[in-house]
Nanobody, 113 residues
Framework: QVQVVESGGGLVQPGGSLRLSCAASRSISSCAVMDWYRQAPGKQRERVATITSSGYTNYADFVNGRFTISGDNAKNTVYLQMNNLQPEDTAVYYC???????WGQGTQVTVSS
């Protein structure tokens, strides 16, 4: 079963950038689809972005062109580049291998001045 591990979170000021990584234990193509989700305190987990093995990408409306999801098959890693971060982006960000429905432990992103 594919396992995924997120990294790259941290504290950033409004308007700043972060790149999150999701490292898979096997080929990310075996997941067929990989998603980034996030969960803020007191809120439900919500999807942020999706990438398929063919490279198709899709984003939640709130992303509004600020984030980019990408994959590196050679490194078995999916990335989420986040620009122009705002306080409302503060959340724990999770990666999911959809075919196996496996989740990582999450990585905390805090946007604050």
């Amino acid at each position: 079963q594919v396992q995924v591990v997120e990294s790259g979170g941290g504290l950033v000021q409004p308007g700043g950038s972060l790149r999150l990584s999701c490292a898979a234990s096997r080929s990310i193509s075996s997941c067929a689809v990989m998603d980034w989700y996030r969960q803020a305190p007191g809120k439900q987990r919500e999807r942020v972005a999706t990438i398929t093995s063919s490279g198709y990408t899709n984003y939640a409306d709130f992303v509004n062109g600020r984030f980019t999801i990408s994959g590196d098959n050679a490194k078995n890693t999916v990335y989420l580049q986040m620009n122009n971060l705002q306080p409302e982006d503060t959340a724990v960000y999770y990666c999911r291998c959809r075919s196996a429905n496996t989740w990582g432990q999450g990585t905390q992103v805090t946007v604050s001045s």
